[in-house]
């Protein structure tokens, strides 16, 4: 039996992107399937280093440079599980509400929900709401993240829910919010899902929802 997963898996959490790619390219030849490669190697490794984060025995740049040699991988995986259209985990729609220019967390927040098998639309920062509402319309995702930095930005996160519930979308998607000045009061009060302190724990508060929403589905 080949021992190349636990190799892409060693190679990911020293953060080796040549080891990973080589190591995906590998596996591939092998002729091992794409969605075992993403999931036994990939998504599990990345799940274990949110753990380590999680609990302080990794920091955030060890954790960024993990997550950018997870992505030489998935520049491999994605094309060969798009052509045999093999599903996401999910898909995650997110950006800096309006007004916020920063991105360091939401970018940290798409590397983990990558990592964990999801289709992640970034739509950037400074995102107006009514780019949220067409983006909704246009991706159809599970989850909607909402990210903000600055607290002026705050009042931009409860109008985006708003201008959500106005177009009717309101209960199609699972809404994360999060950023240094969020509390999870503040994001329930706004109307949103949930909240989540970091990346690792959006990742395990976005299944959480998921799995108990109720809302409306996806239709033609």
């Given at each position: 039996?080949?021992?190349?997963?636990?190799?892409?898996?060693?190679?990911?959490?020293?953060?080796?992107?040549?080891?990973?790619?080589?190591?995906?390219?590998?596996?591939l030849d092998q002729g091992l399937s794409p969605r075992d490669i993403l999931d036994k190697a990939l998504v599990a490794t990345m799940a274990v280093i949110g753990h380590k984060f999680k609990n302080n025995e990794m920091y955030m740049p060890e954790v960024?440079?993990?997550a950018r040699a997870m992505n030489a991988g998935l520049e491999i995986l994605d094309p060969i599980l798009s052509r045999s259209g093999a599903s996401a985990r999910g898909k995650l729609l997110l950006g800096s509400v309006r007004g916020d220019l920063h991105d360091v967390g939401k970018n940290m927040v798409s590397m983990m929900f990558r990592g964990a098998g999801f289709k992640v639309i970034d739509l950037g920062v400074d995102v107006a709401e009514d780019?949220?509402?067409?983006?909704?319309?246009?991706?159809?995702?599970d989850v909607v993240g909402l990210s903000a930095l600055l607290t002026m930005t705050l009042s931009s996160m409860e109008t985006t829910?708003?201008?959500?519930?106005?177009?009717?979308?309101?209960?199609r998607v699972v809404v994360l919010c999060g950023g240094a000045p969020v509390t999870e009061d503040f994001a329930l009060r706004v109307g949103?899902?949930?909240?989540?302190?970091?990346?690792?724990?959006a990742v395990e508060r976005a299944l959480e929802l998921m799995a108990q929403r109720r809302g409306e589905k996806w239709t033609e």
């Open positions: 039996m080949s021992d190349i997963l636990p190799q892409i898996a060693q190679a990911l959490q020293r953060g080796d992107a040549p080891g990973v790619g080589a190591g995906v390219q590998e596996a960024m440079i993990a780019k949220f509402v067409a983006a909704v319309h246009e991706h159809r995702p829910l708003t201008a959500l519930k106005y177009a009717g979308l309101r209960d949103a899902d949930g909240y989540a302190p970091d990346a690792a724990s």
